[in-house]
T-cell receptor, first 117, second 114 residues
Framework: DADVTQTPRNRITKTGKRIMLECSQT?????MYWYRQDPGLGLRLIYY???????NKGEISDGYSVSRQAQAKFSLSLESAIPNQTALYFC????????????????FGDGTRLSIL | AQKITQTQPGMFVQEKEAVTLDCTYD???????LFWYKQPSSGEMIFLIY??????QNATEGRYSLNFQKARKSANLVISASQLGDSAMYFC???????????FGKGTHLIIQP
């Protein structure tokens, strides 16, 4: 089984719908992240969480919200989806307790392809 | 603000040749980390190699090595003896400046030809 699992893997929906993307991890990491990938733009950070009580905005948080339900679960919501939110979404984790933290890579899920019509 | 620049949108390389993928970065933070990820056509992000700003030696991981030139703010990925399976998108990323997330470049699409 994958260490970082994203559901669904693919989703097509209509403008104005509320959508939730879910992420769960079995790595025991404390930190979790949501990124968005658009063609030609690389990945951009949407939100990140240090633990269940600590949520932080990233570079492009407008139009998104998140919930850290438990250390292992981090969900991303689009309250009212719009077509320019069509993208590949990644969840990632990292281990703040590992030393030195600065060289700990982020571990990514396989991504969710979201299309908004 | 941090920035990663990858100037090669695409590269074609013959199998078994060495490949250098360019990455330059910009940050005012003296402490930072540089990462390379591979993204095959299936879409997943695979961590390849890391270089810390205070590391004295260039990082190596199997066929991957990092040519780190701190004064020039460059962290080029070198793949030795390229294989057909190396065909993928490659992203350079940086962590630093007090931020916890990674800042990514736009990527290089590498195609290995037989």
């Amino acid at each position: 089984d994958a260490d970082v699992t994203q559901t669904p893997r693919n989703r097509i929906t209509k403008t104005g719908k509320r959508i939730m993307l879910e992420c769960s991890q079995t790595k025991g990491h404390d930190r979790m992240y949501w990124y968005r990938q658009d063609p030609g733009l690389g990945l951009r950070l949407i939100y990140y969480s240090f633990d269940v009580k600590d949520i932080n905005k990233g570079e492009i948080s407008d139009g998104y919200s998140v919930s850290r339900q438990a250390q292992a679960k981090f969900s991303l919501s689009l309250e009212s989806a719009i077509p320019n939110q069509t993208a590949l979404y990644f969840c990632a984790t990292s281990d703040r307790t590992a030393a030195p933290y600065s060289n700990q890579p982020q571990h990514f899920g396989d991504g969710t392809r979201l299309s908004i019509l | 603000a941090q920035k990663i620049t990858q100037t090669q949108p695409g590269m074609f390389v013959q199998e078994k040749e060495a490949v250098t993928l360019d990455c330059t970065y910009d940050t005012s933070d003296p402490s930072y980390g540089l990462f390379w990820y591979k993204q095959p056509s299936s879409g997943e992000m695979i961590f390849l190699i890391y270089q810390g700003s205070y590391d004295q030696q260039n990082a190596t991981e199997g066929r991957y090595s990092l040519n780190f030139q701190k004064a020039r703010k460059s962290a080029n990925l070198v793949i030795s003896a390229s294989q057909l399976g190396d065909s993928a998108m490659y992203f350079c990323a940086m962590r630093g400046g007090g931020a916890d997330g990674l800042t990514f470049g736009k990527g290089t699409h590498l195609i290995i030809q037989p």
